[in-house]
């Protein structure tokens, strides 16, 4: 999630510390909204391991919600 607020402190002019209150909002928000297997995804994404793979992973699942299989 380093990344992510690095990448918007860096876009928008936040500091860092305000940065990560707006991205860990945002991500708290998706949690609570999104399918249980795709937040999970989710987390798995913004936890930095295997990213390639997990957002392939993301992106099955989301075909897999919209009826893409």
């Known amino acids: ?18 940065a990560r209150v707006a991205v860990e ?4 928000y998706l949690r609570v909204k999104l399918p249980a297997p795709i937040a999970g995804q989710m987390d798995r ?4 391991a295997g990213m390639a793979t997990n ?3 993301l ?3 989301l075909g897999d919600i ?3 299989k």
Not at 1 to 18: C, P
Not at 45 to 48: A, C, I, K, R, S
């Open 1 to 18: 999630m380093d990344e992510l607020v690095t990448l918007v402190a860096d876009k928008t002019g936040l500091t860092e510390d305000m």
């Open 25 to 28: 909002t945002v991500v708290g």
């Open 45 to 48: 994404v913004l936890g930095g």
């Open 55 to 57: 957002l392939a992973g």
């Open 59 to 61: 992106a099955g699942g």
């Open 66 to 68: 919209l009826g893409r």
